[in-house]
C-alpha cells in the first residue's frame, strides 16, 4: 500500500488562514498535488483534543458539508488549485500557537492525515 507522508500532505494547509470565525474557528486548505478523495472525513484534533465530529465541516462554493456527510456514496473531493475552509464549531482559538490536526480516509490508502501549528490572525 502507497504511503502519503504527513510533510507533502501538510502543503495542502494554506499557512496563515487560521482564524476565528462567528460560529467557531476555520482555516483554508488548497490542493496543489494533484487530484483525489476521500471516503471518510476524522475529527479534527485542537491541541491534542479530538473535536466531536458533528461540530466538523468544510466549505466548498459557498456549501456546507458536515464532515459526518462523507462517505463513499458522497465523497470528500479537494479540486486541485481551489481553496475549501474546514470549520470546526463551537470552540474559539485563543491568541497563541495552537497544533491542528487534520485526517480522511482514501480509498486503496487508507487512513492519511497531517498537522499544522499557526496563530489565529
Do not use: W
Amino acid at each position: 500500500m502507497i504511503k502519503v507522508p504527513p510533510f507533502l500532505l501538510r502543503r495542502l494547509y494554506v499557512k496563515g488562514s487560521l482564524r476565528n470565525s462567528e460560529q467557531g474557528f476555520e482555516f483554508d486548505l488548497k490542493n496543489t498535488l494533484g487530484s483525489g478523495y476521500g471516503v471518510k472525513l476524522l475529527p479534527l484534533i485542537l491541541d491534542g483534543k479530538e473535536l466531536p465530529l458533528e461540530n466538523c465541516c468544510f466549505l466548498l462554493d459557498e456549501k456546507e458539508t458536515p464532515f459526518e456527510a462523507v462517505s463513499e456514496e458522497n465523497p470528500f473531493t479537494l479540486p486541485l488549485n481551489k481553496a475549501i475552509t474546514i470549520r470546526a464549531k463551537g470552540v474559539t482559538l485563543s491568541p497563541g500557537p495552537h497544533r491542528i490536526g487534520f485526517s480522511f480516509v482514501v480509498q486503496g490508502l487508507g487512513q492519511l492525515g497531517f498537522d499544522f501549528v499557526d496563530e489565529v490572525k
